[in-house]
């Protein structure tokens, strides 16, 4: 089994006709699935593009929003829309709502959007703002310490559904792939060729998801996990231990890519 991995595709920022190029390099003998990690688009178009991926694309479709999916939107109406969509289109999985899907006898796939979660860097006196906290409805209005309890609170969210899923993937399988959109360590969050500094770790990184892969995993030194990110546009690998490996996809918005096509045994 071959499965491309995308991230950061930032779809609404192409023309149709880029749109069905990038779903044409993706419709290839070659690839058996596709692993999408997130910005896909924005709140009143993410659907959309999902659906005209399904139908172009025509493979198998595993996939984690990012936050860019929930601007101009509201978060559980954005997550409601994707569980509805993924019943009705049996090709789109979004992973933040099932469990493990088993690829193969071997391999496990588990995800979650994971969220920018205030707890790595120094939230306090960090001077980044970002569109996230204007542009979704739970994160606007808020006050620097509410805003601080929503990020926990949403990072909390994502480790805890990830805790329950890769127990279960590791049980059944050598090696399983976690797919999200935010890196779970400041070693995976590249951006230019540097990680990120105090002032943008706290909003690049879900610390709550590390803390439950670098426990689990440290435990279970007979499995393999691959950690697949993006978020913050720049290509790196990471090793936190030996049995745990973060890639970090690059992205430019308008130029969509594949990152890499990963052999499943
Ligand atoms: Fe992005
Ligand atoms: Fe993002």
Request: a negative charge; proline letters at 3%; one cysteine or more.
């Given at each position: ?30 690839l ?14 993410v ?35 994707m ?28 995800g ?17 703002r ?24 949403l ?25 999200t ?79 890499t ?5």
């Amino acid at each position: 089994m071959r499965a491309a991995w995308v991230t950061d595709i930032h779809l609404n920022f192409l023309n149709a006709a880029q749109v069905q190029d990038f779903c044409a390099a993706l419709c290839v003998e070659s690839l058996d699935i596709v692993l999408v990690g997130g910005d896909i688009a924005e709140a009143d178009t993410v659907e959309w593009y999902l659906k005209t991926m399904a139908a172009d694309i025509r493979r198998p479709i595993y996939f984690v929003l990012g936050n860019h999916d929930f601007y101009q939107g509201s978060i559980p109406t954005v997550r409601k829309v994707m569980d509805d969509l993924c019943r009705a289109e049996n090709r789109l999985t979004y992973l933040s709502q099932c469990g493990c899907v088993k690829l193969t006898d071997t391999t496990g796939l588990v995800g979650h959007d994971g969220w920018g979660d205030g707890r790595l860097g120094d939230y306090a006196n960090s001077t980044v703002r970002l569109n996230d906290h204007r542009l979704i409805r739970e994160l606007s209005g808020l006050d620097r310490d509410e805003l601080l309890a929503r990020l926990n609170r949403l990072g909390g969210e994502a480790a805890d559904h990830l805790r329950g899923v890769l127990l279960q993937a590791l049980d059944a399988h050598e090696r399983v792939i976690l797919l999200t959109h935010v890196p779970p360590f400041v070693e995976a969050c590249w951006h230019e060729g540097k990680t990120s500094d105090d002032n943008w770790a706290p909003f690049f990184t879900c610390k709550a998801v590390g803390d439950v892969l670098l426990e689990i995993m440290s435990k279970r030194q007979d499995r393999q996990l691959t950690v697949l990110c993006g978020h913050c546009h720049g290509a790196g690998r990471a090793w936190l231990l030996p049995n745990l490996e973060v890639l970090t996809g690059r992205a430019e918005y308008g130029a969509p890519e594949i990152q890499t096509v990963i052999e499943i045994g």
